[in-house]
């Protein structure tokens, strides 16, 4: 079975802290693919990265950082100088080859400026 | 922008109407995917169409069902509605039929509101 746990359901920040974003999955498939999208107010789903379970190389992009391990089966996302249009609800999501998307249950980020 | 576009944005109906969800996907994509996001079951996964053909379902009513025309354009038909049918349609695309491995790109979703 497939599962992905987000344990943060809200997190409230002021602007220019960092953030992390947890992400903890469930999988018994050595190939699997997760991704982070995010969902601003106006309700969009905007892709944010895609990891295959081969590269566990941490990727940064601008003040976003992903820490993918696989030992703690956890892809977690890190937001650093948080700004208000970071505010959004982020879903981590995993698959595999075949297979439809599983999305946890989302993390809604608000930042106060 | 996706460049996955969904009609209509918005669509208030009543209970035991039937409506029609349209989306379109990115240029060169292949692949169609329909979910459903409503506060009590979060993203759901409903059913995609590769190249015309039904390629996976997931948890699809009956009263549901889609297709995806030669123009690789999806429709997502919505019968006998209910009131717990009101939720936030999400059309997403990828390149191929390789759901899973894929990335899905997800248009703006239509919100459908039963009364």
């Known amino acids: 079975a497939q599962k992905v746990t987000q344990a943060q359901t809200e997190i409230s920040v002021v602007e220019k802290e960092d953030v992390t974003l947890d992400c903890v999955y469930e999988?018994?498939?050595?190939?699997?693919?997760l991704f982070w999208y995010k969902q601003p107010p106006s309700g969009e789903l905007v892709f944010l990265i895609r990891?295959?379970?081969?590269?566990?190389q941490n990727e940064i992009s601008g003040r976003y950082s992903w820490n993918f391990q696989k030992s703690t089966s956890s892809f977690n996302f890190t937001i650093t100088a948080s700004q208000v249009v970071d505010s959004a609800v982020y879903f981590c999501?995993?698959?595999?080859?075949?297979?439809?998307?599983?999305f946890g249950t989302g993390t809604s980020l608000t930042v106060i400026p | 922008d996706s460049g996955v576009t969904q009609t209509p944005k918005h669509l208030i109906t009543a209970t035991g109407q039937r409506v029609t969800l349209r989306c379109s996907p990115r240029s060169g994509d292949l692949s169609v995917y329909w979910y459903q996001q409503s506060l009590d079951q979060g993203l759901q996964f409903l059913i995609q169409y590769y190249n015309g053909e039904e390629r996976a379902k997931g948890n699809i009513l009956e009263r549901f069902s889609a297709q995806q025309f030669p123009d690789l354009h999806s429709e997502l038909n919505l019968s006998s509605l209910e009131l717990g049918d009101s939720a936030l349609y999400f059309c997403?695309?990828?390149?191929?039929?390789?759901?899973?491995?894929?990335?899905?790109?997800f248009g703006p979703g239509t919100r459908l509101t039963v009364l």
């Open positions: 999501a995993l698959s595999r080859a075949g297979n439809q998307f599983y």
């Open positions: 999988t018994r498939d050595t190939t699997y693919y």
């Open positions: 997403a695309s990828s390149p191929t039929g390789g759901q899973g491995r894929d990335t899905q790109y």
């Open positions: 990891r295959n379970s081969f590269d566990e």
